[in-house]
């Protein structure tokens, strides 16, 4: 279980999340934030020999066609799992930095409610866009109750039934959580469609395919979906293996680069406990230490990082206190220092031992790019020399493949545009 932290353009991509996708024996699920150049075109040929390329590119980064849906209703048919899914929505939105107030609490609760509405009917997704946008609509009540859910439909009617401006404010913020459903070509990635494969995370663990799971990042983004995708499968793939004896084998490989950005699992520590022994290998890339306190609150980063049982540090660490964490856990050696003292009896020579830290907080800073700090469990810190994919022999054959695909993205962008007039409407 490995967690990464490495500064922006430092090698993160090229010289972890590449070369362990190109190693991979089994199934490999990659969040990105970046298409043209990165590692989805980097290793999308490779892997398309190997299995089935599932792409989710609800954002268009890589405007890619639709070609597969994703239900992502599938595991809110129960309450935790219905509760989990609005928790993506909000984590997309809200940092944990800036807690959890009165609205964003009840907001999360009436979406988890109708979350649970939908699913329990197999009705699709944008039924709760439409319940969100008429709070007065009781169907998600009646729906709720037909399904035996009665608490959750009597907590649904309170909110609904309470004072107009609290339930206005509720509704207003839910809205806002789940405002990348709006856009329907958003939308269609995850709403159920007859002539398109379905993508199924059950499957996906025993085979040999890939998930690319790309969304731009910040507020609005598609990056809820991306976290809802990342967390099913790895979820899935868990209760797979404890089917079949225990262990994924082939494992599972699941790349969550730029995971601060655009996949927010909030229970993403948690899940990391699941996940071990369970031949599921998460692999956390993020740009700091402080970035991932930003995303799962400090106490969070904290446990994120304990049960990461491989933790790798690169260039750019431009934190102090976590160079200095580092560097007192690469440890002390003892240092020979020879003194020599000159006086009327003539020239005396002594012989101390100076205990020093083998590596001190600024060269930890100062950490070349191509370097790594490598932290695992049961051994000393090793230091590591990256070997990003530019500088391996396949680069011969993954150069001109990535070079392909990145075309092949900047021909479906102008195709786009040609296809619109000058107001940018469909021709
Ligand atoms: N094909 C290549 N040939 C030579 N150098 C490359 C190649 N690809 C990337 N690099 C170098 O590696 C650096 C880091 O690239 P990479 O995308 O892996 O970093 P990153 O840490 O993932 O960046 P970001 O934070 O933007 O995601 C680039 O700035 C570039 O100098
Ligand atoms: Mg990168």
Redesign the pocket.
């Known amino acids: 279980m490995i967690v990464a932290i490495?500064a922006?353009?430092?090698?993160?991509?090229?010289?972890l999340a590449i070369p362990a996708i190109l190693a991979a024996p089994g199934p490999v699920l990659l969040t990105s934030n970046?298409a043209a150049n990165?590692a989805f075109t980097a290793t999308v040929d490779a892997r398309a020999e190997v299995g089935t390329i599932w792409t989710l590119d609800p954002q268009q980064i890589a405007h890619h066609p639709r070609e597969m849906w994703w239900d992502i209703l599938a595991d809110a048919r129960d309450l935790a799992g219905a509760k989990r899914l609005a928790g993506h929505f909000v984590a997309a939105s809200v940092d944990e930095s800036n807690g959890s107030d009165f609205w964003s609490t009840a907001a999360s609760n009436t979406l988890g409610a109708l979350f649970l509405a939908a699913a329990s009917h197999r009705r699709p997704i944008t039924d709760v866009l439409a319940w969100l946008a008429s709070p007065a609509d009781r169907t998600p009540v009646d729906l709720l109750t037909d399904a035996g859910h009665d608490a959750v439909a009597a907590q649904l009617q309170g909110t609904v039934s309470g004072a107009t401006e609290t339930r206005d404010g509720i509704y207003e913020t839910a809205r806002q959580y789940a405002s990348c459903l709006l856009d329907p070509d958003v939308a269609a990635w995850v709403t159920p469609a007859k002539d398109l494969p379905e993508f199924k995370p059950f499957a996906f663990a025993t085979s040999r395919d890939t998930l690319y799971l790309l969304s731009k990042d910040g507020g609005g983004s598609a990056s809820a979906i991306i976290a809802a995708a990342a967390d099913a499968v790895m979820r899935a793939a868990v209760v797979v293996a404890e089917r079949s004896g225990g262990r994924l084998d082939p494992p599972a490989l699941c790349v969550l680069d730029?995971a601060a950005n655009v996949c927010k699992i909030s229970d993403l520590p948690d899940l990391y406990s699941h996940l071990g022994s369970r031949g599921v290998i998460p692999m956390t890339i993020l740009?700091s230490y402080r970035q991932g306190q930003r995303c799962w609150g400090e106490a969070g980063m904290d446990a994120l990082w304990s049960a990461a049982t491989v933790k790798i540090i690169g260039s750019g660490i431009d934190d102090a206190d976590f160079a200095d964490r580092l560097s007192r856990q690469v440890g002390d050696h003892d240092v020979q220092t020879t003194s020599v003292s000159t006086s009327d009896g003539g020239k005396s020579t002594s012989v101390s031992m100076r205990t020093e830290r083998i590596l001190p907080p600024d060269a930890i800073r100062a950490l070349p790019k191509g370097k790594a700090l490598l932290l695992a469990t049961g051994i000393r810190v090793a230091m590591l020399d990256l070997r990003?994919w530019?500088k391996e022999p396949s680069a011969k054959v993954v150069?001109p493949a990535s070079a392909r695909a990145t075309k092949a993205i900047t021909e479906r962008a102008i195709a786009k545009t040609h296809g619109r007039d000058d107001f940018g409407l469909s021709a």
């Open positions: 490495m922006p353009r430092s090698g993160k991509t090229s010289g970046k990165d730029e740009q990003p530019y150069g």
